[in-house]
């Protein structure tokens, strides 16, 4: 297995010099040199070809024991040298202080076809910034992002990467809803992969310390691969990354809110400074379009990271990365007016995406409540909003009294489709002809259109859980089938039917499928 290794994080960046393997508070470093923890008996359940070729490695290499030991973490690969990194964040709107790498371990950067991926165990063990936690991860949470971050990549939806999915071998102490009712869980690996983990809660840590002097390197570096075409550092310079963070933030956001996922922890230390989706946990997908509905239990109280508060909280985290990189602009007007836009952008380009979602390219005045009216509908009663927007692609011009009849597969109680919410419908539907007579497309071109954006196969939440409770019983051949699905989420494959349907009952309120909690 031939890597062809090109570190710039730990070789450009000060690290800490204490190599000692023990928790504490980390100054004037951006890393901590770690070694991965040896798993006791480490087995593949998955790799990525795809992602195995990205990095310059093909099948034999994925067979190979190197491969084995190197994304276990059992052996160390030649002239590298593993590390935590150093963050802070704000959680759930309150400042927390130092965090970092607490169970994810970076192995090396790789350079192949003129890309850099950095690459991450996440489950490896204790670091320095594992605080109360155990540097493990369990099964199940890595059979989450392991299959989900693939399904977002094929979705369109920029996000980190997965190359390999392991077991360790080890079990791992998890009480999964915190309620005293602890058990063991198998223990596994995901190896991750992402141009760089870099999150704005690394630039919180120094910021917070007024430690200008590593938040400028920290900003530098991060300008000089990721963005290198705003230039020399300067101020000008900076304002300019954080509007590009902006943009890319939103753009990250508006995909969400496309397929309707739902990260569920949108703290500053989950917030990628690329714009990618980063740190797959309790996340979930709607079933029912539901502005109102988070996955994670933790959050049930205030739901700070609900479906339609994620724009809102994409500027919160903004803005706090907007305070860290103050000491470094030292004015305030052109943040501002960095975070003025995104909300200008937001509107906009929400407005874009759902146009895209009903099939409309013209744009009209009356849009903005065309789309206020189907939001309100599809509120009545429980609507499916993957099938919903997928089967809303049959509708033909020129027929709206069958407009319910094509989407009613999307209904969860179509027997409460009648009276009031039934005439709200139609009239919705009337609106809608009208509109898309202003539109000067084929039926088929129109289609077309609306399923490459409303994906047929998302990654519902019961069929992760059936993927996991399958492997715990060490049978991990769903895991593939899912895998293969939904690397063509806009592709009809009428052979996988079945998975193009509502969320079964049994799922409703089960524990994996509707509710979860930060315990991974
Ligand atoms: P998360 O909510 O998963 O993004 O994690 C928030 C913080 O807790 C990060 O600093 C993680 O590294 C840390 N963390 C989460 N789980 C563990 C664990 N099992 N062991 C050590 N640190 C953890
Ligand atoms: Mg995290």
């Avoid at 939806?157 to 999964?176: H, K």
């Avoid at 099939?359 to 009209?364: A, I, K, N, P, S």
């Amino acid at each position: 297995m031939k890597l062809n290794i090109k570190d710039s994080f730990n070789n450009e960046l000060p690290s800490d010099s204490n190599r000692q393997n023990s928790r504490r508070q980390v100054y004037e470093s951006t890393h901590s040199y770690v070694t991965p923890r040896v798993p006791s008996h480490p087995k593949l359940i998955h790799a990525s070809k795809e992602m195995a070729e990205a990095i310059g490695l093909d099948e034999a290499d994925i067979k190979s024991t190197e491969f084995l030991e190197v994304f276990s973490g059992a052996k160390v690969y030649p002239k590298t040298k593993p590390f935590a990194m150093a963050y802070a964040g704000h959680q759930f709107g309150n400042w927390a202080g130092q965090l970092g790498d607490g169970r994810a371990i970076n192995l090396f950067e790789v350079e192949n076809k003129a890309k850099r991926w950095a690459i991450q165990l996440k489950g490896s063990g204790e670091t320095p910034y594992s605080r109360q936690g155990d540097g493990l991860a369990v099964l199940r949470s890595s059979i989450r992002e392991y299959l989900c971050s693939e399904a977002m990549y094929h979705l369109g939806v920029p996000t980190t990467r997965a190359l390999s999915l392991m077991l360790t071998g080890d079990d791992v102490l998890r009480d999964i809803l915190y309620n005293g009712n602890s058990d063991y869980e198998k223990g596994a690996i995901v190896s991750r992969l992402a141009p760089t983990f870099i999150r704005f809660g690394n630039f919180e840590l120094f910021a917070a310390r007024k430690d200008i002097k590593n938040l400028k390197k920290l900003t530098d570096y991060s300008i000089k691969y990721f963005y290198p075409e705003l230039g020399k550092p300067s101020k000008e310079t900076y304002i300019q990354f954080f509007k590009e963070v902006s943009n890319r933030t939103l753009e990250m956001i508006i995909h969400w809110q496309r397929v309707g996922f739902v990260h569920g922890v949108m703290n500053t230390d989950n917030m990628s400074i690329l714009g990618l989706t980063i740190d797959y946990g309790p996340y979930g997908w709607l079933e029912d379009f539901n502005f109102g509905w988070t996955p994670n239990t933790t959050d049930s109280q205030n739901k700070r990271y609900r479906y339609g508060n994620q724009p809102n909280m994409g500027l919160w985290n903004l803005l706090q990365l907007a305070n860290a990189l103050y000491p470094l602009i030292e004015e305030a007007a052109p943040i501002e007016a960095v975070l003025e836009q995104y909300q200008i952008d937001f509107k906009q380009q929400s407005l874009k995406m759902m146009r895209s979602k009903i099939g409309l390219q013209v744009e009209v005045e009356y849009d903005e409540k065309l789309m206020a009216d189907l939001e309100d509908c599809l509120l009545l009663s429980e609507t499916d909003m993957t099938i919903f927007f997928r089967t809303l692609s049959n509708y033909k011009i020129g027929s709206p009294e069958k407009g319910v009849d094509i989407v009613q597969q999307s209904f969860y109680k179509p027997e409460e489709v009648k009276d009031e919410i039934l005439n709200q419908w139609k009239g919705w539907f009337n609106t809608y002809d009208q509109r898309l007579q202003e539109e000067d497309l084929s039926h088929e071109a129109r289609k077309q259109n609306m399923n490459v954006v409303n994906p047929k196969y998302v990654l519902r939440n019961y069929m992760a859980q059936l993927a996991i409770d399958k492997a715990d019983e060490g049978d991990y051949k769903l895991i593939d089938q899912l895998f293969q699905l939904l690397k063509k989420p806009y592709d009809n494959q009428p052979e996988n039917d079945k998975w193009f349907a509502k969320r079964p009952d049994w799922a409703r309120d089960k524990v994996g499928c509707s509710m979860l909690s930060c315990s991974s």
